[in-house]
């Protein structure tokens, strides 16, 4: 069995600053891909970033970036410059051995 | 293009009631599934289809069937409807696999089971 866990149920952050989301995962596959999407109120899930096991480098798009370290199983998210639009419940995700798998979410408030 | 669309948006239904959630995109994508998102948790796979006339399971198939008759519907039934089975579900699509993670969802369709 595959897990993914976001120990952080809320995190709040000063528009305009960084915040970082933090999520571990476990799988037996040697083969996998990262995600993490975001759900804002009207519960549309939007793909944010995506990361391939087997790529040593970094994702990033625009203003979001990962911290992928296989070795500890961990795929934190940043989020620079931080806009109110950025106001979600965010979810890592692991595809691996043909199943997707959701952590629990994190609710990101921003603070004008 | 509508993207992907899901009837109804609401629903309530009594314990033992049967109903079917219908979920409709036309990007002309492959790849169909449905979710269903408990409070505090994340999505988990219901069912998918990699295409018109197939199904399989996902995560939490229990209760739920689905079929995929044409390329650009996908639907999930509950025969006999349980408390328990009181969620959101959601509905995505994709050009390619999961892997890729491209998918699209619907709007969801929240759904009481009295």
């Known amino acids: 069995a595959q897990t993914v866990t976001q120990s952080q149920p809320e995190m709040s952050v000063q528009e305009a600053e960084t915040v970082t989301l933090s999520c571990t995962y476990d799988?037996?596959?040697?083969?996998?891909?990262l995600f993490w999407y975001k759900q804002p109120p009207s519960r549309q899930m939007i793909l944010v970033i995506r990361?391939?096991?087997?790529?040593?480098q970094n994702a990033t798009e625009n203003r979001f970036s990962v911290n992928f370290q296989k070795a500890a199983k961990s795929f934190s998210l940043k989020i620079s410059d931080s806009q109110l639009g950025d106001a979600a419940m965010y979810f890592c995700a692991l595809f691996a051995g043909n199943m997707l798998t959701f952590g629990g979410g994190t609710r990101l408030m921003v603070k004008p | 293009n509508a993207g992907v669309t899901q009837t109804p948006k609401f629903r309530v239904l009594k314990t033992g009631q049967s109903m079917t959630l219908l979920c409709a995109q036309d990007?002309?994508?492959?790849?169909m599934y449905w979710y269903r998102q408990d409070p505090g948790m994340g999505l988990r796979l219901i069912h998918y289809?990699?295409?018109?006339?197939?199904?399989a399971k996902g995560e939490v198939p229990d209760g739920y069937n689905v079929s995929r008759l044409k390329k650009q519907n996908f639907l999930l039934g509950l025969e006999s409807a349980a408390p328990s089975q009181t969620s959101v579900y959601f509905c995505?699509?994709?050009?390619?696999?999961?892997?890729?993670?491209?998918?699209?969802f619907g709007p969801g369709t929240r759904l009481t089971v009295t």
């Open positions: 799988t037996s596959e040697s083969d996998y891909y």
């Open positions: 990361q391939e096991a087997y790529k040593q």
């Open positions: 995505a699509s994709s050009y390619s696999g999961l892997a890729f993670g491209e998918q699209y």
């Open positions: 990007m002309n994508h492959e790849y």
């Open positions: 289809s990699v295409g018109e006339g197939t199904t």
